[in-house]
Nanobody
Framework: QVQLVESGGDLVQPGGSLRLSCAAS????????MTWFRQAPGKERELVAA????????RYADSVRGRFTISRDNTKNMVYLEMNNLKPEDTARYYC?????????????????WGHGTQVTVSS
């Protein structure tokens, strides 16, 4: 039973920071790449960041590169997304999701099996 529990979302002011956490269970965490996606009302789901199973490979959306940092702790089955200098455009619900192959990340946004996510709202 794969279980992903996202947390850390909040209401923050522009320029603020948040750290999202994702606790994973039900699969061999160290064998999977991990991703963060987000979806705002009226917009399609988009990939925010991805990290390889052994932390060698990294990928960021152009809109967040330099502001967000994805990381993971394979001893704790946790993946994180540190978000700095937040902008109103970052407002969305954020989801974590594993990937068995790096190549499948490009099409994961079309998947139907998403968890509960955590809401990030950036507003003054």
């Amino acid at each position: 039973q794969v279980q992903l529990v996202e947390s850390g979302g909040d209401l923050v002011q522009p320029g603020g920071s948040l750290r999202l956490s994702c606790a994973a269970s039900g699969f061999t965490f160290g064998d999977y790449h991990m991703t963060w996606f987000r979806q705002a009302p009226g917009k399609e789901r988009e990939l925010v960041a991805a990290i390889g199973n052994l932390k060698i490979s990294l990928r960021y959306a152009d809109s967040v590169r330099g502001r967000f940092t994805i990381s993971r702790d394979n001893t704790k089955n946790m993946v994180y997304l540190e978000m700095n200098n937040l902008k109103p455009e970052d407002t969305a619900r954020y989801y974590c999701k594993p990937a068995r192959k790096w190549s499948e990340i490009a099409t994961m946004k079309n998947s139907e099996d998403w968890g509960h996510g955590t809401q990030v709202t950036v507003s003054s």
